[in-house]
């Protein structure tokens, strides 16, 4: 079985500020983990995997998240945000075809 | 070219009908899916085929069928469409899982 949660469901930051969203999983098996992000009227589109080779992971556009195998998390940063970071975010887990996405986070920035 | 496209993008259609939802991919993945997303952007798994074969399929009604005519196609039909069934439908394809997964766009169903 498999699950993940996103704390919570809007995140609101101002434009060059830290952006942060967390994402924390359950799986039995080891974990494929993936961030995806959605604009609005589109569909969604991969930022980043992790796919059990470095626990840092480098996406597009400026994000990054991290693997911690003792917290079972896989938050995502990016240093600085920007207006076009708006968007709806989501964090899924893959033991196997099927990935399991949370309930997503929305990214709000303020000018 | 579009990866993964879906047909038609809005639809809008009586309680009642039945539609079709057209998906293609031209990245030779071998797995196809349905996802329902509701209005809380909840993202929800309703089929996956894999190679024209049905491997997961979620609890949901029997009026939606999918039907996976080649390994690049999966179309999904709805007969007798109800109100609650309004939502985002998004097809995607997937290689084997592990490298993730290519979304279409979405297709918006409003049933009134």
């Known amino acids: 079985a498999q699950s993940v949660t996103q704390l919570g469901s809007h995140v609101s930051v101002s434009e060059g500020a830290l952006v942060l969203l967390r994402c924390n999983y359950s799986s039995s098996v080891p974990p494929y983990l993936f961030w995806y992000v959605q604009y609005p009227n589109q569909g969604l589109q991969l930022l980043l995997k992790y796919t059990s080779a470095a626990t840092l992971v480098k996406g597009i556009n400026g994000f990054e998240a991290e693997f911690k195998k003792s917290e079972t998390s896989f938050h995502l940063t990016k240093p600085s945000a920007h207006m076009s970071d708006a968007a709806e975010y989501f964090c899924a887990v893959s033991g196997s075809y099927i990935p399991t996405f949370g309930r997503g986070t929305s990214l709000i920035v303020h000018p | 070219d579009t990866a993964v496209s879906q047909t038609p993008k809005y639809l809008v259609t009586q309680m009642g009908n039945d539609k079709s939802i057209k998906c293609e991919q031209n990245?030779?993945?071998?797995?196809m899916y349905w996802y329902k997303q509701d209005s809380k952007k909840f993202l929800k798994i309703m089929f996956s085929?894999?190679?024209?074969?049905?491997?997961i399929n979620e609890t949901v009604p029997n009026r939606f069928s999918p039907k996976s005519p080649d390994k690049a196609h999966l179309n999904l039909h709805i007969n007798s469409l109800e109100l609650g069934d309004s939502a985002v439908y998004f097809c995607?394809?997937?290689?084997?899982?592990?490298?993730?997964?290519?979304f279409g766009s979405g297709t918006r169903l409003t049933v009134v």
């Open positions: 995607a394809s997937s290689q084997d899982g592990i490298y993730g997964y290519t």
């Open positions: 085929y894999n190679n024209k074969e049905l491997i």
């Open positions: 990245l030779g993945h071998d797995t």
